[in-house]
């Protein structure tokens, strides 16, 4: 009787090896896409956090930055996306150094010392989201009563502070001076930073000030300092203050993250235009209480940045020497997202 032969053993293992191993290359792979659509390749400063990409975003103890903690306590950074670190920092003396070195990848800056490091090639950058705009009430010349000032003309051989040297506050002052028709450096300008402002005029260290708010407030509440006169006005009415950069390093790596950056801010920016949100996060922010923020004369908080607008800025900075030679601001600034 013939024996049947035994039929061959199928082996599967190999098989189901590779199988498994192409759903993991596939998983990497479909990994991956969400890390780059989320902008982060692991390369460019940016991190996931539970499904979030990080964004380190340095600020200024300002009411300028007020929408910035508004978008973290709203939830409209976690809304885009975002895992947004905010780190405070007295002045853009240190933010400058912080997001250069890559520290931080998104920071505060008043527009002067944007355009001059810039012109200085201290910055390779560009403006993604405005900040703050300047009204005829929300930056002001202080100076005591008894000070005989009155007027621009006023101000020849007084000792006048400014934030810092070289910047915004001394240029809107020395544009109102020469509009007036007075000498533009016969000031002594000296620095003082806004929240001593007051103090300096109590103590007779300066002769004025100028100043922003909540330090006005103050200043006339507890020091009886009053405002002499506007300096955002004439060639100076309604300009812009502050903004938001990122180095073009991190906006050619992380375009999405900047994206997301950019509309959060619209939604903050929005938002701080109500006092009562507002107080939720400028007493932490400036030390102001809170029963005062409806006090506070404040400028405006823009939903757009536009070229135009701040041309102006870099026009007056030409004008009075702070930039030796003119500067296309088109070239400088990151469109906003189609909403």
Do not use: W
């Amino acid at each position: 009787m013939a024996t049947r032969p035994t039929p061959p053993v199928r082996r599967t293992g190999g098989g189901a090896r590779r199988a498994a191993l192409a759903a993991v290359t596939a998983l990497a792979v479909l990994t991956s896409g969400c890390s780059l659509l989320n902008g982060s390749s692991g390369q460019d400063g940016t991190a996931q956090s539970g499904g979030r990409t990080k964004i380190k975003v340095g600020i200024i103890s300002l009411v300028d930055d007020a929408p910035v903690k508004l978008a973290q306590a709203k939830g409209f950074f976690a809304e885009e996306g975002l895992d947004a670190e905010v780190k405070v920092y007295p002045s853009v003396n240190q933010t400058l150094p912080a997001l250069t070195s890559g520290e931080i990848d998104v920071t505060l800056m008043n527009y002067v010392s944007y355009f001059q490091a810039i012109a200085k090639k201290a910055l390779d950058g560009k403006v993604i989201s405005d900040a703050y705009q300047g009204t005829p009430d929300s930056m002001v010349l202080l100076a005591k009563p008894e000070s005989g000032i009155r007027a621009p003309k006023d101000l020849a051989g007084k000792k006048v502070s400014v934030h810092a040297k070289g910047n915004i506050v001394e240029l809107l002052i020395k544009a109102v001076l020469q509009d007036n028709g007075v000498d533009p450096n016969s000031p002594n300008y000296v620095e003082v930073k806004f929240p001593d402002i007051p103090k300096a005029l109590d103590s007779g260290t300066i002769d004025a000030g100028g100043d922003l708010e909540p330090y006005v407030t103050q200043a006339e509440q507890q020091f009886g300092a009053q405002p002499t006169f506007k300096i955002v006005t004439g060639a100076t009415s309604d300009i812009p203050l502050s903004g938001y950069v990122a180095t073009n390093k991190f906006i050619s790596g992380n375009g999405p993250a900047v994206t997301a950056f950019q509309r959060a801010m619209v939604k903050a920016q929005k938002a701080a235009a109500d006092r009562t949100t507002l107080a939720t996060v400028l007493p932490e922010l400036t030390g102001v209480d809170r029963q005062s923020v409806a006090l506070l004369k404040l400028g405006v908080y823009p939903t757009s940045v536009d070229a135009t607008r701040l041309q102006r800025v870099a026009t007056l900075m030409k004008t009075y020497g702070y930039l030796q030679q003119p500067m296309d601001v088109s070239a400088l600034v990151v469109p906003a997202p189609a909403s």
